[in-house]
């Protein structure tokens, strides 16, 4: 399983970015992939989702109305579109996959935890200038 994080970069207050997570080793359409955040000295947070088995999102409550996440399964790839980049959305950004594919109901919020998550990507870097 590999997942390959980019487009990251230096954006100012109110800018927007695309961000690409990139994935192989598993079957796509079968399992949900989940975007996190890490900020210098917090946890690390859930962002949003995208259930691919039951084309299902969620999204924190920080980021709702702001923030986007699709999926192109023909490329096995991810988005997170971010608009209105606020200097508290600076942190690494990660995409993960668990292990095992979605199966049964796992309600709304299950795949915004981390533990939910077996597989990380490198993270890419977002700094957002005030």
């Known amino acids: 399983v590999q997942l390959v994080e980019s487009g990251g970069a230096l954006v100012q207050t109110g800018g927007s970015l695309r961000l690409s997570c990139a994935t192989s080793?598993?079957?796509?359409?079968?399992?949900?992939i989940g975007w996190f955040r890490q900020a210098p000295g917090q946890a690390r947070e859930g962002v949003s989702y995208?259930?691919?088995?039951?084309?299902?999102?969620n999204y924190a409550d920080s980021v709702k109305g702001r923030f986007t996440i699709s999926s192109d399964k023909a490329k096995n790839t991810v988005y997170l579109e971010m608009n209105n980049l606020q200097p508290e959305d600076t942190a690494v950004y990660y995409c993960?996959?668990?292990?095992?594919?979605?199966?049964?109901?796992?309600?709304?919020?299950?795949?915004?935890?981390?533990?939910?998550?077996?597989?990380w990507g490198q993270g890419t870097q977002v700094t957002v200038s005030s």
């Open positions: 080793g598993f079957t796509f359409g079968d399992y949900a």
């Open positions: 995208i259930n691919n088995k039951e084309d299902k999102t």
């Open positions: 993960a996959v668990p292990k095992n594919p979605v199966t049964g109901d796992n309600g709304s919020y299950f795949f915004l935890f981390p533990l939910a998550y077996d597989h």
